[in-house]
């Protein structure tokens, strides 16, 4: 049996996109780093006793601020000249990383930390309940974002994070999904080699907070970048590199929300055919300006 | 105070505590609400996330917890009455800004959904870990006032009292909740009226002061005209900057403590149970209290002399009503390693006792009862 470093016997649902994810992430990596990791399922599935399912160092840094506390590890890592003995890799949610997050990423960007930060985007916080964050896509229906008389859900586009990250001159920049590991696996081999800070988000499907089925979490996540509603692309040093091409035909974003119960709503309502054309916009539009065709 | 009928039809309703705190802030007129998901409170902003839109209000879902009360407070100098709920945690983020929102004399309510600590701590369990960080965790020297339900009846109540004490005295009013009673479900009785306060407004007339230096002053909202200079730094009743003047700091720390407790007597709610004849008190809240009330009933039935003094009001701290329990010794359970104790020693003329439960447990009857009799 292989090992892994990222080990089983954790309390991670069904079909969760981001154990899957976080142990692509730390078996590419290898066993030479220090993880840190904010509030939230990861942190939470992961650490229960009797069973941690981290072969590395583990930090759980607050909600806030995992990429301070790594700026820390990594800051006296070298002031006590040790950097070469491990690499730093700052993990959190898309809560944690797009919201609450946000101000402690950007000053471990802007003072150029040897260190790599990891967003696994299950796109709410499932942690407390499915409530929506930043990285929340359009019409999601969330605990907060609920879906009813007046609302389609939620009604705000994702965060940037990409964007933001490339806006502070970050060297290296990727989209990754656990529907294609190898690709996942390779980013985050690309980046540790690379060095200052590093920016990769992840797409993790959960189930629980979805509503699909556990047994669809690769196929539900291939098709948000299939559809060109997740694109997965490298950018270095601010310019695009490397994008994965959808499959042709391109499939319409409708065939990704319809197995997904957070966007039931979409096919139940009077309007909902409106409300899915305008997500069909959004990867047209991401199609366009990534170049994914 | 203004009657005003309810907006939930008058009836029976099976709420829990958390429902029947977002129930009770809109009765009370809350029409905004900013937060950030946290257990064990997130049940408060789900249920408004539905309701507000229904009466008109605002729900907005912030980044964390530091901007959700800086829109509380916005959102109040805007005119409106607004909340939020967090838990130990994110009150801790919220620290600063209480202190600002204070400083400012700006009225809101912060429901704090207590749960064991410190830090993460057990996100699912009761405790009473908070009571010294909303009366002393932001800088400086001032009074707030904190109430304690303990049942999902009184959650609803306390929210409409809660808001009322904010505009009356423009300051932060906290709602001292805990796991337990954030989901437990009861029956609430919602009535057909209620009182409600309005925000006092007065025109030409200073916004953070009063003649006598003491009281509240009027509040007037961005857009009524009025000329509106707001800042944390210490002001004089005009709000221009005045950090260095040792007689305006000092005329405005004392005031916002003055308004508060020289009004203790119109704040402080108390309650007591086979007080008359008692020869020893428990003195409880929140939770906590439930238990104290069944211990006290069970030490009756063994023919003690124990009475109970249940605290709803935790902040201005009920000096008098403890100092004058005419017993020999005081018990004070806790669902934490003695904080209220403390306080209670500081007033009472008699020996104090603590009795403590820190598992993330709710404290039980047998548990107070066995420390009375041993």
């Not at chain 1, 391109?250 to 119960?261: C, D, F, H, M, T």
Request: hydrophobic share 40%; glycine share 10%.
């Amino acid at each position: 049996m292989e090992k892994h470093l990222f080990l089983a016997g954790h309390t991670a649902c069904y079909g969760c996109g981001e154990a899957l994810g976080a142990r692509l992430v730390v078996d590419a990596a290898g066993p030479d780093i220090i993880t840190t990791d904010a509030t939230g399922c990861l942190e939470v599935f992961t650490t229960r006793w009797p069973q941690s399912a981290w072969g590395v160092p583990f930090i759980h840094s607050l909600f806030e601020n995992s990429a301070a506390i790594a700026s820390g590890v990594e800051a006296a890592l070298k002031a006590l000249g040790r950097q070469a003995e491990a690499k730093v890799i700052a993990q959190g949610g898309d809560g944690g990383t797009a919201d609450i997050g946000l101000q402690a990423l950007s000053g471990m960007f802007e003072r150029g930390h040897d260190i790599l930060y990891v967003c696994y985007d299950n796109e709410a916080y499932m942690n407390t309940g499915v409530q929506r964050s930043g990285l929340t896509p359009y019409d999601s229906d969330t605990r907060t974002s609920p879906a009813g008389k007046v609302s389609w859900g939620n009604r705000f586009l994702k965060k940037d994070m990409p964007a933001i990250a490339a806006a502070h001159g970050v060297p290296y920049i990727a989209t990754a999904t656990v529907a294609y590991p190898k690709d996942l696996e390779a980013k985050v081999k690309k980046a540790l080699k690379i060095t200052g800070p590093k920016y990769v988000q992840v797409h993790v499907p959960c189930p629980l907070g979805w509503k699909s089925d556990p047994a669809l979490t690769v196929k539900v996540a291939k098709l948000a970048a299939d559809t060109g509603l997740y694109p997965i692309f490298e950018m270095e040093n601010g310019v695009i590199t490397k994008v994965r091409k959808i499959s042709k035909p391109q499939k319409p974003v409708a065939e990704y929300l319809k197995i997904q119960g957070r966007f039931a709503h979409l096919f139940k309502k009077t309007g909902g055919e409106e409300e899915i054309k305008k997500i069909q916009e959004i990867a047209d539009a991401n199609i366009k300006r990534y170049g994914l065709a | 105070m203004e009657r005003i009928k309810n907006i939930l039809p008058p009836g029976e309703y099976f709420f829990e505590g958390n429902e029947a705190c977002a129930e009770g802030a809109l009765a009370a007129g809350c029409r905004f609400f900013a937060g950030y998901p946290i257990s064990p409170s997130s049940e408060i902003m789900e249920r408004l996330a539905r309701r507000l839109p229904d009466v008109g209000g605002v729900f907005i879902q912030m980044e964390d917890e530091i901007a959700s009360i800086g829109a509380v407070i916005g959102a109040a100098w805007a005119g409106a009455k607004a909340m939020t709920a967090t838990s130990g945690p994110g009150l801790t983020l919220m620290l600063e800004n209480i202190g600002y929102a204070i400083m400012t004399e700006t009225p809101c309510v912060i429901v704090d959904v207590q749960r064991a600590g410190p830090s993460t701590g057990q996100a699912t369990r009761p405790y009473q870990g908070d009571l010294m960080q909303v009366r002393w965790g932001s800088s400086g020297d001032y009074q707030i006032i904190a109430l304690s339900p303990w049942s999902v009846q009184e959650m609803y109540e306390m929210m409409v009292e809660a808001f009322n004490l904010a505009e009356d005295y423009r300051v932060p009013v906290f709602i001292m909740s805990d796991a337990a009673i954030a989901h437990l479900r009861e029956t609430c009785t919602v009535s057909e009226e209620l009182s409600i306060s309005h925000r006092v407004k007065s025109h030409g007339t200073p916004h953070f002061g009063t003649e006598d230096q003491l009281g509240v002053p009027p509040m007037a909202s961005f857009g009524e005209g009025e000329e509106l200079l707001i800042t944390g730094s210490t002001h004089d009743e005009l709000g221009y900057r005045r950090t260095q003047d040792p007689t305006v700091q000092k005329r405005l720390v004392s005031r916002l403590s003055e308004k508060i407790l020289r009004n203790a007597r119109d704040i402080i709610q108390t309650e007591g149970y086979f007080l008359e004849d008692a020869e020893v008190a428990l003195v409880a809240y929140g939770i906590c209290a439930r238990a104290a009330l069944e211990a006290t009933k069970r030490a009756h039935q063994a023919g003690l002399k124990v009475g109970l003094l249940r605290l709803k009001t935790l902040w201005p701290f009920p000096e008098e009503e403890i100092k004058g329990l005419k017993v020999q010794k005081i018990f004070v359970p806790e669902m934490n390693l003695g904080q209220m104790v403390r306080e209670a020693e500081r007033v009472a003329e008699v020996e104090v006792v603590s009795v403590n439960r820190v598992d993330g447990e709710v404290i039980t009857p047998g548990e107070i009862l066995e420390a009375i009799t041993t």
